[in-house]
């Protein structure tokens, strides 16, 4: 990767390598998960905080055996063990829910059947069908490197035959290393059965070693999540451009134009539309709501059909109600903009409380802090607030007032009533413009 960071925590689809990896083997609910990690790279416990895990430090990198033996003693002997890598994203649960529930064996190893197998490590059977091992590219002789069945690296034993099989690894191959896949033809000797199961999809579980094989994974892995959509009911403008990071909760007749993000847990009520390189994270739209071309949207929800954008900035803690209108170059921050209330342009409205048929003229400011402290703005109802204006918070206007453009208001403003802050406008008649030197 020619990367600072650990090859695991590179990302696919915005999520590193190695959560996907975990999320897919909860799915299979398993008693444990243990993860064999390098001492020098304490990122990768940090980045999986959120996972109950045991932990199995391999200080010395000595192979992908000697890596599972690290993590062996504690495992109950009773156990069965699924091997699992960190650098897999796209391996499906139900490919190992096969692997796991296919006939009992001593050990089984998942495999699969590619048109090149160079690099991979070839499957070798005796003519009932049982693998009698498996060799790495380097030690293959010229017959074993033209098998198409390959290993994935997954396998699955009891946990006492593992243990008994990677007791007796060697490291005398041509990278002086303990394999993982030498227990397999260790088994096979011991005279304990062994088993491949071929999974269906042969790119599902490819790794990355390198930034072109990140980047065609993460092509692969927005295909897979724009077919889930679509399937859905989801009308993309085109599938090859979306990227989606997160999951995507989608009603009926919602459309997703091109080049839009989407993050996190985002929730798309029916009939959303979505314009052109948007970004939305951590968002929820109610059904009608319309976002218009290069929006960013994160943390907010809509509680009816509303308009945002193009280029408007709603940022976390912004509820927006049925009607209302968020427009161009507007950012609004943890406010609740009411029923048909309206900022249709060029406004920065943070920490308010706004209500009902409120519009918002061009220029308006909330300033909302004082350098240490955020503090409020409400605004009633049927409030008309004139362009160019500054409400220093915390004040209130009262509902069915209008704030005269180009004001600053710095105390609360009665309800019903003409509020005005202008200094006066002068003319000076002697004025001469300077002339440059």
């Known amino acids: 990767m020619k990367s600072r960071v ?12 190695i959560i996907h990896v975990l999320d897919t083997a909860l799915q299979l609910q398993p008693a444990g998960i243990h993860v064999v990690y390098n001492p020098q790279a304490p990122e990768v416990q940090d980045s999986c905080a959120n996972f109950d895990i045991t932990w199995a430090s391999q200080a010395e990198q000595l192979g992908t055996g000697h890596a599972v033996q690290q993590a062996m003693p504690a495992i109950p002997v009773e156990s069965d063990v699924l091997v699992l890598y960190g650098d897999i994203p796209l391996l499906e649960a139900g490919v190992l829910k096969n692997l796991v529930e296919s006939p009992p064996a001593g050990i089984k190893v998942l495999t699969i059947d590619v048109a090149d197998p160079k690099g991979y490590g070839r499957i070798v059977r005796d003519e009932n069908g049982n693998v009698a091992g498996i060799v790495e590219e380097r030690d293959a002789t010229k017959a074993q490197r033209a098998i198409t069945e390959v290993n994935s690296g997954i396998i699955m034993a009891t946990c006492s035959v593992l243990m008994s099989c990677l007791e007796n690894m060697a490291s005398d191959n041509s990278q002086n290393e303990y394999y993982l896949t030498d227990v397999i033809s260790i088994a096979y000797k011991k005279g304990i059965q062994t088993s491949g199961v071929v999974a269906p999809v042969p790119t599902d579980l490819e790794g990355a070693n390198d930034r072109i094989q990140l980047a065609e994974l993460e092509r692969r892995y927005r295909m897979k999540k724009s077919t889930e959509l679509m399937q859905a009911g989801v009308q993309l403008a085109d599938p090859q451009r979306i990227d989606i990071r997160g999951s995507v909760a989608a009603g009926s007749d919602v459309y997703i134009d091109v080049n839009v993000v989407l993050e996190g847990e985002v929730s798309l009520g029916d009939g959303v539309h979505i314009g052109p390189g948007c970004v939305l994270k951590n968002c929820e739209l109610a059904a009608g709501t319309r976002v ?16 945002i954008g193009p280029f408007a900035r709603v940022r976390p803690g912004t509820e927006l109600m049925e009607g209302s209108k968020v427009g161009n170059f507007v950012e609004i921050k943890n406010t609740t903009l009411g029923k048909n209330s309206k900022a249709s342009h060029l406004s920065y409205l943070g920490d308010s409380s706004i209500g009902e048929r409120v519009n918002i003229g061009a ?45 600053t208001i710095t105390k609360d403003a009665p309800a019903g009533q003409l509020t005005i802050s202008r200094a006066k406008q002068v003319t000076i008649r002697s004025w001469k413009r300077p002339v440059k030197k």
Do not use: W
């Not at 990302?11 to 590193?16: D, H, K, S």
């Not at 218009?292 to 308009?307: F, I, K, N």
């Open 6 to 17: 650990p090859k695991v925590l590179q990302t696919i689809g915005g999520q590193p390598m």
């Open 292 to 307: 218009q071309a290069y929006s960013v949207l994160e943390g907010m929800r809509s509680l009816g059909a509303c308009d």
């Open 363 to 407: 220029g308006t400011i909330t300033c909302n802090y004082d350098g240490v402290n955020k503090h409020r703005t409400v605004i009633e109802d049927n409030v008309f607030i004139g362009s160019d204006t500054q409400l220093v918070a915390p004040v209130t206007v009262g509902a069915g007032s209008d704030i005269g453009a180009g004001s």
